[in-house]
């Protein structure tokens, strides 16, 4: 039994990691940018959140409603005057401009916050649980977050298939000059797709505040769990993405379950050895 | 009747690069005298200076030439620089001889990661590059041996096997760091001049034209991956060995041995032997010119960085390049008519 409940709790977990990696598959399947600054971006919508949330009162998921078009702006705003501009240049601009990118916002955010850590409080939803006959818990928090990746997925799903602009991300994905030459206008069409990336980056950013401490050094690792989601998943599959989230969060658990300090490094080790047998994830779609 | 043609040499050297030639040497022996007239202050920022050099010619070798954007290189500085401290603590290896072997050590352990990290390419090489170090900074933190997450320190006794005398030991291990970096400069010049060099040029300039001229990218390039890593761990180890003392954080450290030594890299011009001199000199200078203002110095060596790959992705040698048409190390040819004192023209490749 307490093994069910080990593998519920990191099935769980994979809600989070699917949130913290659909920003990095979105700006990818768009655009091919592989946004290294994507682990600060959401450490800095926390803080972004926490400054909300200490100077008007309202509870951390309400800061949202400022939280979320802010990143927006934030996003659109990158790419349209900076990652634009390294799009046609081959493989290091875009790699070396975000990285830039990433070590300015890290170091921003330690001199005006400090290296001390934050959390964002919620109150007793973080610690409920549905008691399940048989002695089987699910933590109520985890299964929110679980269902609000779910939400995401689907909707950006309904986006993508179901919309004019979700055509037109299509579009400039498969073939960008084409769609260029059919009237689209790429520099609004990737700003815009980095603008909708940052508000999932967003709600990430907010609800893994919540539940877990965060300093301004805690972006490479949200980064690289990201990532990690991303590859077991296969490039550009969302519905992949949430599984690799999944299994990540399930080696984790279980790495965790034998001794806590194996938490991370299970989730790395589980990442390479999938890497090592399925280079190119478990549900590949997009060709690189 | 068809003209003869004209006759072509190949040329390397320019005017420039020999006027260098001649003038490094006294540089040279006036930096490796520099024990003997000055302090031991200078002494560890030249030391710094020369490894952080030797990185930074190293990330170049990698990027720069062969396409792989590694941001996962502070794992061989973290394996070499655990293998010295193991092999001279566990194993009682001599000090001189801890070291190839933790050049040794990261070249092997090279192998396994390149099976892994060669799957991914492009951006998601980076990456995994450095899961790949986070992976070993995680582990060596569980390793009780190896002092688990507290690390490990030199003793004195292993240091004094340099030299019982501080002076003595100090410049020693200034020496070998200056000895070092030359040499990987050196292993890099030479390396770039040989056919090697050709093919990894080629392959910076467009990898599917040099692939369909012949060249095996992939081998290459893996080739290049297990150099850099073997030299990657002996500066390693060198410069734990002036630390005295490793722990996970500190040895695998991406801040320490990989952020700045790409920035180094991009703003003095990546894909040039001269960007990685200018670059670290630019790290040094804004370094100690921002020390009061705690990490304000990344900030703006980021700004930098970002800037450079906007406005001149040549970096700073780039742009002397193109404006002066200079060139120290003589790596590229270029064809001249002879006879050969018309040669002379400056031109850009």
């Known amino acids: 039994?307490?093994?069910?409940?080990?593998?519920?709790?990191?099935?769980?977990?994979?809600?989070?990691?699917?949130?913290?990696?659909?920003?990095?598959?979105?700006?990818?399947?768009?655009?091919?940018?592989?946004?290294?600054?994507?682990?600060?971006?959401?450490?800095?919508?926390?803080?972004?959140?926490?400054?909300?949330?200490?100077?008007?009162?309202?509870?951390?998921?309400?800061?949202?409603i400022l939280v979320v078009p802010l990143m927006f702006a934030v996003g659109y705003a990158l790419q349209r005057g900076?990652?634009?501009?390294?799009?046609?240049?081959?493989?290091?601009?875009?790699?070396?401009?975000?990285?830039?990118?990433?070590?300015?916002?890290?170091?921003?955010?330690?001199?005006?916050?400090g290296a001390h850590t934050h959390r964002l409080q919620l109150g007793v939803i973080e610690t409920q649980a549905l008691r399940l006959p048989g002695g089987i818990a699910i933590g109520?928090?985890?299964?929110?977050?679980?269902?609000?990746?779910?939400?995401?997925?689907?909707?950006?799903?309904?986006?993508?298939?179901?919309?004019?602009?979700?055509?037109?991300?299509?579009?400039?994905?498969?073939?960008?000059?084409?769609?260029?030459?059919?009237?689209?206008?790429?520099?609004?069409?990737?700003a815009l797709a980095l603008g909708i990336a940052m508000i999932f980056t967003a709600l990430a950013g907010?609800?893994?505040?919540?539940?877990?401490?965060?300093?301004?050094?805690?972006?490479?690792?949200?980064?690289?769990?990201?990532?990690?989601?991303?590859?077991?998943?296969?490039?550009?599959?969302?519905?992949?993405?949430?599984?690799g989230g999944v299994i990540l969060g399930?080696?984790?658990?279980?790495?965790?379950?034998?001794?806590?300090?194996?938490?991370?490094?299970?989730?790395?080790?589980a990442f390479l050895i999938i890497l090592i047998l399925r280079p190119?994830?478990?549900?590949p779609r997009t060709r690189d | 009747m068809p003209q003869p043609l004209e006759p072509i040499r190949v040329e390397r050297a320019t005017p420039a690069s020999r006027a260098f030639a001649v003038g490094i040497?006294?540089?040279?022996?006036?930096?490796?005298?520099?024990?003997?007239?000055?302090?031991?202050?200078?002494?560890?920022?030249?030391?710094?200076?020369?490894?952080?050099?030797?990185?930074a010619q190293l990330w170049n070798l990698l990027a720069g030439y062969a396409g792989l954007v590694s941001v996962g290189q502070q794992v061989y500085v973290g394996l070499g620089g655990y293998a010295f401290f193991y092999?001279?603590?566990?194993?009682?290896?001599?000090?001189?001889?801890?070291?190839?072997?933790?050049?040794?050590?990261?070249?092997?352990?090279?192998?396994?990661?390149?099976?892994?990290?060669?799957?991914?390419?492009?951006?998601?090489?980076?990456?995994g590059t450095w899961v790949v170090s986070e992976a070993f900074m995680l582990g060596a933190s569980l390793i009780e041996a190896v002092g688990a997450g507290s690390g490990l320190s030199l003793t004195p006794d292993i240091v004094r096997q340099i030299s019982p005398d501080r002076g003595v030991r100090d410049t020693i291990i200034y020496l070998m760091s200056l000895g070092v970096s030359a040499l990987v400069v050196g292993i890099v010049y030479l390396l770039l001049r040989s056919r090697h060099g050709l093919a990894l040029t080629a392959i910076r300039d467009s990898e599917p034209a040099s692939a369909s001229l012949g060249v095996n990218t992939f081998r290459t390039k893996l080739a290049i991956y297990i150099i850099t890593a073997a030299c990657t761990g002996f500066i390693g180890g060198l410069i734990f060995l002036q630390k005295l003392r490793i722990s996970p954080e500190a040895g695998f450290s991406i801040n320490d041995w990989t952020v700045v030594v790409i920035f180094m890299v991009v703003i003095g011009g990546i894909g040039t032997i001269e960007g990685p001199f200018i670059g670290m000199l630019v790290y040094i200078l804004l370094r100690e010119l921002l020390a009061d203002y705690g990490t304000v110095y990344l900030i703006v060596m980021g700004l930098i960085a970002v800037a450079v790959m906007l406005k001149a992705p040549g970096g700073l040698w780039g742009w002397i390049v193109q404006r002066y048409g200079l060139q120290l190390f003589p790596v590229s040819r270029r064809l001249a008519s002879a006879p050969p004192s018309e040669a002379e023209q400056p031109s850009a490749h």
Do not use: K
């Not at chain 1, 400054?51 to 998921?61: A, H, M, R």
């Not at chain 1, 190119?280 to 549900?283: P, T, V």
């Not at chain 2, 040497?25 to 920022?45: E, F, H, K, Q, T």
């Open chain 1, 1 to 64: 039994m307490e093994w069910i409940n080990i593998l519920i709790q990191g099935a769980l977990l994979g809600g989070i990691y699917a949130l913290f990696a659909i920003g990095l598959s979105l700006s990818f399947g768009i655009m091919r940018l592989v946004n290294i600054a994507h682990g600060d971006l959401i450490v800095l919508s926390a803080y972004a959140s926490l400054v909300v949330v200490d100077g008007t009162g309202v509870n951390p998921v309400t800061s949202l």
């Open chain 1, 82 to 113: 900076l990652l634009n501009l390294t799009l046609s240049g081959g493989l290091l601009p875009p790699l070396l401009v975000t990285f830039g990118i990433s070590i300015i916002i890290q170091n921003t955010l330690l001199q005006f916050f």
């Open chain 1, 140 to 190: 109520l928090y985890p299964l929110l977050v679980f269902v609000v990746a779910l939400i995401s997925i689907g909707g950006l799903q309904l986006l993508f298939y179901r919309t004019r602009l979700g055509r037109a991300f299509r579009a400039a994905s498969d073939d960008a000059d084409t769609a260029e030459l059919m009237g689209i206008d790429n520099r609004h069409l990737y």
């Open chain 1, 206 to 243: 907010v609800l893994f505040a919540i539940r877990t401490n965060f300093d301004p050094a805690s972006g490479p690792i949200r980064l690289i769990l990201a990532f990690e989601a991303v590859i077991i998943g296969g490039l550009g599959s969302l519905w992949g993405t949430l599984l």
């Open chain 1, 250 to 269: 399930l080696s984790q658990a279980v790495g965790a379950a034998l001794s806590p300090t194996w938490q991370i490094l299970a989730g790395h080790i």
């Open chain 1, 280 to 283: 190119s994830g478990l549900f």
């Open chain 2, 25 to 55: 040497v006294p540089g040279l022996i006036a930096l490796a005298a520099l024990p003997w007239w000055s302090d031991a202050g200078n002494m560890r920022l030249v030391a710094e200076m020369a490894y952080y050099l030797a990185l």
């Open chain 2, 87 to 127: 092999t001279t603590r566990a194993l009682d290896l001599n000090v001189y001889l801890a070291l190839p072997l933790a050049a040794l050590f990261a070249c092997v352990m090279a192998v396994p990661i390149s099976f892994a990290v060669f799957r991914l390419r492009g951006a998601y090489f980076a990456v």
